[in-house]
């Protein structure tokens, strides 16, 4: 274990090399750029490629062709790009492609204020992509965690075969603070299932099971498309068996998947507690601080942003009257916590966006006495 | 393509010409490139319901007919 | 399974055909030029080649026709992706397949950058001057004045010159062939797949559309191979046409060619050494 001082983003990318990870390509965007800027520094000393490509548009394709040839790939970007990713993200859905989207959020939509901590592509996050597609969102609220949890992004890409984004803002991607780097031996790494003989490549008999991956050159000659496929890969854009049997256990693989990767922080006794807050990223920072010393406060910490369980979020609530949540959006999350409580339940939103100004403790507190 | 109907037109001296009329979609482009304009399309296939090339005359075996079926429908092949 | 097939139909997927292109599509010539100079080289295992396509007729000829590993992705997006598994895996050879609309307009800017980059990919643009699969819109490469679903007063716009452009890049081998210019085509693939095996080599095809080109011109598919046979010529004989002659020809040729190292070449290079 080695102690070090750093930003969120110099942490993603010390973790994402000690994830594995060895190819990355992007396009340069604020404040996402020094990701970028350390991969170029440290994957050719791991016998890595790097590569920055002509617009965000080549990135998300050239990371998908690298997951394909064998090696763990990764990109990160902001809200501009991550629009422009969304076409791709979704290929990966629908081929199932292993690969880790770093999001830093900014204000937005548009240009927005390039250098200001924004949580408002939660929705995008979860919902980007046209037609039916699910996968994993996670959130860390510090440099620590965006180290150690981006190395369970990756091993979560691998075991569900499914891209996983990666949401952070600006306030943790340029925050510096102390992370502890794990050495090698302390990782616990989950690699891709590789076929054996002739299993269906894109199909499985148990939905939550994802099929094995080949690495491509070795003789299995892979159909992988972004068309409709059956189990083998081949292409039918015609039957309605073949396209909702797809869809339908692509949904099952996340869903079906939950506990395993339903991640959350609970800090107070959701028996005891009338009042609570719900949020993610670094809000909880400021919602931390807004909760020492207060006994009757439940605060939930979200990590895994989606799949969301719904079920455990309405059983911790079901004690209390107020929900406060603050979000650096006009509102994303809140409805995800109207929908879990009942209607006489006050939800509160703590809401500002722009200028690099966080919510400050002060601001959750009196919420809270509402 | 389950099975193979083959149309051995075997008029020639030198080659036979073998067309599968599953692979085969009457484009008539085979006909058209013969430079001794012995393949005729003909007919309507029951299967596929394309016309077929027939040979109607000697193949000189320059497999032009081969190198430009889009259905690599046509098998120019040199007689024993 | 007969005696007699076709040498094709050796790299194919037999389970999928006949294919779904038109009658009369020249896709199926290209492939036979392709498969032959495979069987020149002595190649008769695709294992170590990968196939990249976009959206549109030609790129389905990979996926699922040709057996071998392939990818087939995003409307432009086939370069990027190609890239990424050749940067990934550089043992293996990678080939993209698209055509006109896929590459060089939606997918232009890829193209353009890999070209800069002399990235280590063949890439075959199989040009047949609309958008085929979606009926026959205009492309980038659609004839000033043509009339098109999208262009009913006729083509308003100058169309590109695909393999001139990337002409004037840093790109290893850039060549264009009519269809019916199929040994010099064959021979063309055997170059990039056989002696000149790094860098940026594209080769362009000109084939136009039988369903949305060459039938509107009231002919059939044979009766335009013909044609084309007369009216594509070298590109030194095209130079020394006067400017009104040049427009009933269509100059064919290698625009540039050299083995000089490629961008893979280049960046291992300078990370030499590096590695702990």
Redesign the interface.
């Known amino acids: 274990m080695k102690r070090m001082f750093l930003s969120g983003n110099e942490a993603v990318a010390y973790g994402a090399v000690d994830a594995g990870c060895r190819f990355y390509a992007g396009y340069p965007i604020t404040p996402s750029s020094e990701i970028m800027h350390m991969m170029a520094k440290l994957l050719p000393e791991v016998g890595g490629v790097f590569i920055q490509a002509e617009d965000e548009l080549a990135a998300i394709n050239m990371i998908i062709g690298a997951s394909w040839a064998g090696l763990k790939s990764m990109t990160a970007t902001s809200g501009p790009g991550f629009s422009l990713m969304q076409e791709g993200i979704g290929y990966a859905v629908m081929t199932e492609t292993p690969l880790v989207i770093v999001d830093v959020m900014r204000a937005g939509p548009a240009t927005g204020q390039a250098t200001k901590a924004a949580q408002g592509d939660l929705m995008q996050a979860r919902w980007g992509r046209h037609g039916d597609q699910y996968l994993v969102v996670l959130a860390p609220e510090s440099p620590q965690e965006a180290y150690d949890l981006i190395i369970e992004a990756f091993n979560i890409s691998e075991s569900l075969r499914t891209p996983v984004v990666f949401l952070m803002d600006e306030f943790i991607g340029h925050g510096r603070e102390v992370v502890f780097r794990k050495d090698p031996g302390e990782i616990k790494l989950v690699e891709r299932r590789r076929p054996s003989d002739h299993e269906p490549l894109f199909g499985s008999d148990d939905p939550r099971i994802p099929p094995p991956m080949p690495r491509l050159g070795e003789g299995y000659y892979v159909l992988v498309t972004g068309s409709t496929h059956n189990e083998y890969g081949y292409r039918d854009v015609h039957s309605f068996e073949t396209h909702y049997k797809l869809v339908k256990r692509l949904k099952e693989k996340i869903w079906g998947n939950i506990d395993k990767v339903f991640k959350y922080e609970v800090i107070g006794d959701p028996g005891r507690a009338e009042k609570a807050i719900v949020c993610f990223g670094s809000t909880c920072r400021s919602a931390k601080e807004a909760v020492t010393g207060m006994d009757n406060v439940l605060l939930i910490r979200l990590i895994t942003l989606w799949p969301l369980n719904y079920d455990l979020l309405r059983e911790l609530l079901f004690n209390v009257r107020l929900v406060v949540v603050p979000e650096l959006s006009l509102g994303q999350l809140i409805y995800d916590v109207r929908q879990v409580v009942d209607s006489g339940v006050k939800v509160v939103g703590v809401n500002k966006v722009g200028g690099g100004v966080p919510i400050y403790p002060s601001e959750i507190k009196k919420a809270l006495e509402v | 393509m389950n099975h193979v109907e083959v149309i051995d037109c075997s008029m020639s001296k030198a080659f036979t010409v073998v067309v599968n009329s599953l692979l085969c979609k009457g484009c008539g482009i085979c006909s058209e490139i013969c430079p001794r304009k012995v393949l005729v399309m003909d007919g309507v296939n029951p299967a596929t319901g394309y016309p077929n090339p027939r040979l109607v005359g000697d193949c000189i075996g320059c497999k032009l007919c081969m190198w430009f079926c889009p259905d690599q429908a046509i098998v120019v092949v040199e007689k024993r | ?2 005696k ?6 050796k790299y ?1 997927r ?6 779904a ?9 290209v ?3 392709l498969f ?1 100079a495979f069987e020149e080289l002595g190649i008769y295992d ?3 080649y ?1 196939f ?1 396509s976009g959206i549109g007729c030609s790129s389905w000829i990979p ?2 026709y040709i ?8 409307h ?2 086939a370069i ?10 550089p ?2 050879e990678v080939i993209v397949i698209g055509g006109d609309g896929d590459l060089a307009s939606i997918g232009g ?2 193209l ?2 890999a070209a800069r980059r002399n990235m280590d990919l063949v890439v075959i643009m199989i040009n047949n001057l609309v958008y085929g699969m979606t009926r026959g819109q205009a492309a980038p490469t659609t004839p000033k004045g043509m009339v098109t679903p999208t262009t009913p007063y006729g083509n308003p716009e100058e169309p590109m010159d695909v393999a001139r452009l990337i002409a004037n890049t840093n790109a290893n081998y850039v060549a264009r062939w009519c269809v019916s210019q ?1 040994l010099l085509l064959k021979n063309s693939f055997k170059k990039v797949l056989g002696e000149i095996k790094r860098g940026f080599r594209f080769i362009e095809v000109y084939a136009p559309c ?1 369903t949305f080109v060459i039938r509107r011109e009231n002919k ?4 335009k ?2 044609e084309l046979m007369n009216t594509c010529i070298g590109l030194e004989k095209w130079e020394k046409l006067p400017a009104e002659e040049r427009t009933k020809y269509i100059p064919t040729g290698v625009f540039r060619e050299e083995d000089k190292p490629g961008f893979i070449d280049n ?1 291992k290079q300078l ?1 030499t050494g ?3």
């Open positions: 399974m007969t007699h097939e076709h040498p094709s139909l194919m037999r389970e999928v055909l006949p294919t292109f038109c009658p009369g599509c020249y896709n199926g010539i492939m036979n030029a032959q695709l294992r170590k990968v990249v996926s699922p057996k071998a590993d392939s990818l087939h992705t995003l432009g997006r990027p992706v190609a890239t990424g598994v050749k940067l990934a895996n043992e293996l800017n890829h353009l950058h199929y039988t059939t598919p044979g009766q191979l013909k960046y990370i590096l590695k702990r």
